[in-house]
């Protein structure tokens, strides 16, 4: 059975954005879906992110990690400090570098090493708006390519939140089949 984990944005819990949707319509599909509660997820550190993710959820090749905004950070960070290959890995509203805003400081006491993420997973994909107020298009597909990823941009979805008027994004459904 093929499962994803979602990792839901900074500010965000499990039932926020269009989690909860792409959850019914994987499961429709018989995936099973884990979208845990993150601590703290106003003031949001990477250890403690990393094991509210890992909690209650195995990773093995037949994983789907999924991250939105500092999800996605957190799940490069989750790939990159652990020992295990997984399927895919998608990123909505990803980014990889560390001078966006001080509160995520603790996500990047290293750089990402994008070979590392590549050798562990068999496919990457970046999914990016061109609304997006916190990184450009261009900013992402320059994180795609460094992570060797599919690049989809999407028109109008700002950073594919409530606040943005996003309720569902169909790309991921169509990338997951």
Same mark, same amino acid.
Request: proline share 3%; hydrophobic share 40%.
């Given at each position: 059975?093929?499962?994803?984990?979602?990792?839901?944005?900074?500010?965000?819990?499990?039932?926020?954005?269009?989690?909860?949707?792409?959850?019914?319509?994987?499961?429709?599909?018989?995936?099973?879906?884990?979208?845990?509660?993150?601590?703290?997820?106003?003031?949001?550190?990477?250890?403690?992110?990393?094991?509210?993710?890992?909690?209650?959820?195995?990773?093995?090749?037949?994983?789907?990690?999924?991250?939105?905004?500092?999800?996605?950070?957190?799940?490069?960070?989750?790939?990159? @400090?652990?020992? !295990? *290959? =997984?399927? &895919?890995?998608?990123?909505?509203?990803?980014?990889?570098?560390?001078?966006?805003?001080?509160?995520?400081?603790?996500?990047?006491?290293?750089?990402?090493?994008?070979?590392?993420?590549?050798?562990?997973?068999?496919?990457?994909?970046?999914?990016?708006?061109?609304?997006?107020?916190?990184?450009?298009?261009?900013?992402?597909?320059?994180?795609?390519?460094?992570? @060797?990823?599919? !690049? *989809? =941009?999407? &028109?109008?979805?700002?950073?594919?939140?409530?606040?943005?008027?996003?309720?569902?994004?169909?790309?991921?459904?169509?990338?997951?089949?």
């Amino acid at each position: 059975m093929k499962k994803v984990l979602i990792l839901h944005a900074w500010c965000a819990t499990p039932n926020d954005h269009w989690y909860q949707w792409l959850e019914k319509e994987l499961k429709k599909k018989n995936y099973k879906v884990i979208i845990p509660e993150l601590k703290d997820k106003d003031n949001p550190t990477l250890d403690d992110w990393e094991s509210c993710a890992l909690k209650d959820f195995t990773i093995d090749k037949s994983t789907i990690m999924l991250g939105h905004s500092l999800g996605a950070v957190l799940a490069l960070k989750i790939i990159q @400090d652990n020992n !295990f *290959k =997984l399927d &895919k890995l998608v990123t909505i509203a990803g980014w990889d570098f560390w001078d966006l805003t001080p509160e995520h400081e603790s996500f990047f006491r290293e750089p990402i090493d994008h070979n590392d993420i590549k050798i562990k997973t068999k496919e990457r994909y970046v999914i990016h708006s061109d609304t997006d107020p916190y990184i450009t298009a261009w900013q992402a597909s320059e994180y795609a390519k460094r992570l @060797d990823a599919g !690049f *989809k =941009l999407v &028109k109008g979805k700002g950073h594919f939140t409530d606040k943005d008027g996003v309720k569902r994004v169909t790309e991921i459904a169509k990338l997951l089949g």
